[in-house]
């Protein structure tokens, strides 16, 4: 009999586990970001603990397919890669300004940011991606995310002009881009 309730025990527990893991693992997924370049897959890990909102507008846009075909406008080498702008010139996005959501987190290479104009309550859709580490941005600017793998075809984005800050002729696009926990849902 203290075999029967030890083994059903046993089962018992890693039932528990297995559904702990799938919602941590489905939790995971609804804050991953899945952005398809013409190289590869960049995973982006997103922080709704240091931005909340920043990360919900950025499901919501994701979700809504806004970012599918965007060009990267800005890229600096070096220093970031800018994206996010519908009007492909670092002017326009999604008419919906957000609140700063300012942390401690350090601009260091990986980290997805978000763009904003002078105002630090002016970030909208525009984000960018480090590409070294520049702590001069640090706690100026909305911290949402960072790169987990896929880096190599952050590098590999087409650099713009230095002598035009940045502006990219012919620009690379964002293929596509979604939420993890959407793909993986199929």
């Known amino acids: 009999m203290f075999k029967r309730i030890t083994l059903r025990a046993l089962g018992i527990c890693a039932l528990l586990l297995a559904t702990t893991m799938g919602a941590a693992m489905a939790a995971d997924l609804e804050n991953t970001l899945y952005l ?13 603990d240091l931005a909340p909102k920043h990360v919900a507008r950025i499901k919501e846009l994701a979700r809504q397919k806004f970012y599918d075909g965007i060009t990267f406008h800005r890229v600096i ?6 994206t996010g702008d ?7 996005g999604s008419g919906q300004n957000l609140p700063p959501e300012f942390s401690s987190e350090k601009h260091v290479r990986g980290v997805v940011s978000m763009a904003r104009a002078a105002s630090p309550a002016s970030a909208d859709s525009q984000f ?5 580490d520049s702590e001069w941005l640090d706690n ?3 911290v949402w995310g ?3 793998s896929g880096m190599e075809h952050v590098d590999k984005i087409k650099k713009g002009d230095e002598a035009r800050n940045g502006s990219v002729s012919n620009p690379d ?4 881009m979604r939420v993890a926990a959407d793909v993986e849902a199929k």
Do not use: A, H, N
């Open 86 to 92: 519908p009007d492909g010139d670092g002017t326009g």
């Open 173 to 176: 696009k964002i293929v596509t």
């Open 140 to 142: 100026k600017y909305s």
């Open 77 to 82: 080498d070096g220093f970031m890669v800018q």
């Open 128 to 132: 960018f991606i480090m590409l070294g």
């Open 146 to 148: 960072k790169v987990t």
């Open 36 to 48: 398809e370049t013409k190289d590869g897959r960049v995973v982006i890990e997103m922080r709704p």
